[in-house]
């Protein structure tokens, strides 16, 4: 089919003022967006959430960090508890719930100063005896053996140490 010259200018003129107009709606949508986040916030309600809400395309083994340490699990444990110390890369060994932590003279014990003022979820306050217990749980657990296998036992020194 053969289109003259001048219906070819004129389809060209009304593709250019779409094409201006859909950009402009474009742009005019994306600063809506960008706008939407900036508006006051709503009046939250007050009172305790009992819901994480995370997205991950497997199942995981549980929630209790002592009983399973598959790949997908370990990443949502990292997100809900913290540990006594962490490898940071490029940094080592840093502080966790630990704030520091000294070895024996023999470098068979370490003795753990534990952060003071650090609250469960629920409100608690944290202890040297928490830290303890969960310390021989994991202990106890044949799931952490990579990592307490060659622990003994911890016990409770004072109020904020642990060895």
Not at 50 to 67: Q, R, T, W
Not at 131 to 141: D, E, G, K, M, T
Request: hydrophobic share 40%; proline share 1%.
């Amino acid at each position: 089919m053969l289109y003259s010259n001048k219906n070819k200018e004129a389809r060209r003129r009304i593709m250019k003022t779409l094409s201006k107009v859909l950009s402009l709606a474009v742009a005019m949508l994306m600063l809506a967006s960008l706008l939407a986040g900036c508006g006051e916030k709503q009046d939250e309600t007050t009172g305790t959430k009992d819901s994480l809400i995370f997205s991950i395309n497997a199942d995981i083994v549980s929630m209790d960090c002592h009983m399973a340490r598959d790949t997908v699990t370990s990443i949502i444990h990292y997100q809900v508890y913290e540990t006594l110390v962490r490898n940071q890369p490029g940094e080592g060994i840093v502080p966790g719930l630990a704030e520091s932590w000294e070895f024996s003279d023999d470098n068979t014990e370490i003795t753990f100063k534990i952060r003071e003022n650090v609250k469960f979820h629920n409100g608690d306050i944290m202890t040297a005896e928490d830290v303890a217990f969960s310390l021989n749980r994991a202990i106890a657990s044949s799931f952490t053996t990579s990592y307490s296998g060659t622990m003994d036992h911890a016990e409770v020194v004072d109020d904020t140490h642990v060895k």
